[in-house]
């Protein structure tokens, strides 16, 4: 897959010149259909009102929102926060609840999303959390709505949060070693975690999935346990590449637990094999995990999530909403698209549609990570970290 974002430049056919059609490439998939693969030349834009759906340059069609709640958090994380924390974004500039159920409405109605998560930040750090999921349910009684939390707070919360509809959750927790957890969280918080997904447990919310980030020397030798961990109570662990999303400009690929390393420290307790079901679009390649040197039973299943060394970004169907109301088409774009003026205004539904379209219409081929060097040249980290984002 070429990846370089820098030919993009290249005979954009929304100003003319050269098309993908007259080259005999790929046009926009009809709705329902799987976004074309690889062929990495632009398809021709569509004319106004013609295909309401979130299409890019490259034909892939977002259908999953991520939409964050709020930016703050109560973990530290080395892979995103400085140990300080950061300067948080005032009350009055985050999305409200009305307007989140108004962002949902057109992305759902308008164009065609099938798939909400709710993201930070630390989403559990909005008061108003229960009432924005189970407004979100009375509009859309058959949407799936995930969140992903550090699961702090989970406790009091999971039940009214099932009950509100929410469908699922995905929480984060890169160890089960106390000393391994406040090291990367810098907070001695992983009791509350682990009581947080049991709650969830107890109140329905299933499938739960664990988010795992491996860092070199401090808990890549826990992969196997964490993963044993997860096996005997029936949750899905998927282990996440380390992301350039930390506030601190600290990563390096040199550094990080790679794909590949994490398909060999599995190996030293399990044999993992790529799972037959297709991928369909998500961001983790599951593999079926069997007790090493057996082939029979499978104990469960195991995602690796590889953004920086197997990047997928070929059949990407994701947009993004930052908690102050800013279209990112990327997770590591560098380019922002606001809506909240016009959610503030006399705006359309229809306006801030076409204005939705048109920001994922610019999204780049690739994020331009996946080479072999320390570096990519057409690559250059975002200035927000992960939890000014919401992944």
């Not at 009950?163 to 957890?181: K, M, P, Q, Y």
Request: charged fraction near 25%; glycine fraction near 8%; charge should be negative.
């Amino acid at each position: 897959m070429t990846c370089s974002t820098s030919s993009q430049s290249a005979a954009d056919p929304a100003t003319g010149g050269n098309t993908a059609v007259s080259l005999g490439m790929p046009g926009i998939p009809e709705p329902g259909a799987s976004a074309p693969q690889g062929s990495g030349d632009f398809i021709p834009a569509p004319a106004p009102g013609e295909d309401p759906r979130l299409v890019d340059r490259f034909g892939r069609v977002a259908t999953d929102l991520r939409i964050s709640l709020i930016d703050k958090c109560n973990l530290r994380c080395t892979y995103c926060m400085p140990a300080d924390g950061m300067a948080w974004l005032p009350a009055e500039r985050l999305l409200t609840a009305e307007e989140i159920r108004r962002l949902v409405r057109i992305a759902v109605d308008i164009h065609g999303v099938r798939e909400l998560r709710l993201t930070g930040g630390e989403p559990l750090m909005r008061k108003d959390l229960v009432e924005i999921i189970a407004g979100l349910r009375a509009d859309h009684p058959d949407l799936p709505i995930s969140m992903t939390t550090n699961g702090v707070g989970l406790t009091a919360r999971a039940r009214a949060l099932a009950e509100a509809g929410l469908t699922r959750i995905n929480v984060s927790l890169d160890t089960i070693h106390a000393e391994s957890f406040k090291k990367l969280a810098r907070r001695n918080f992983l009791h509350k975690v682990i009581e947080g997904i049991d709650a969830a447990a107890d109140a329905g919310l299933d499938p739960i999935k664990i988010n795992a980030v491996l860092m070199r020397g401090i808990n890549d030798m826990e992969a196997p346990s964490l993963l044993a961990w997860a096996l005997e109570r029936g949750f899905e662990l998927r282990f996440i590449e380390q992301m350039p999303l930390d506030a601190d400009h600290g990563w390096t690929r040199a550094d990080m637990v790679t794909a590949t390393d994490t398909r060999e420290l599995l190996g030293a307790d399990y044999d993992i094999t790529v799972a037959p079901e297709s991928r369909d679009g998500a961001p983790a390649e599951r593999y079926e995990v069997r007790v090493k040197g057996e082939t029979d039973a499978i104990l469960g299943t195991v995602g690796i999530i590889a953004s920086v060394t197997e990047p997928f970004c070929a059949d990407c169907r994701r947009t993004r909403i930052t908690a102050e109301g800013k279209i990112m088409s990327c997770l590591f774009s560098r380019e922002e698209t606001d809506l909240t003026a016009l959610l503030r205004s006399e705006a359309t539904d229809q306006e801030i549609a076409d204005r939705w379209r048109a920001a994922m219409w610019a999204k780049p081929r690739a994020h331009g990570m996946d080479h072999t060097g320390l570096g990519a040249e057409d690559f250059v980290q975002p200035d927000r970290s992960m939890s000014a984002i919401g992944g």
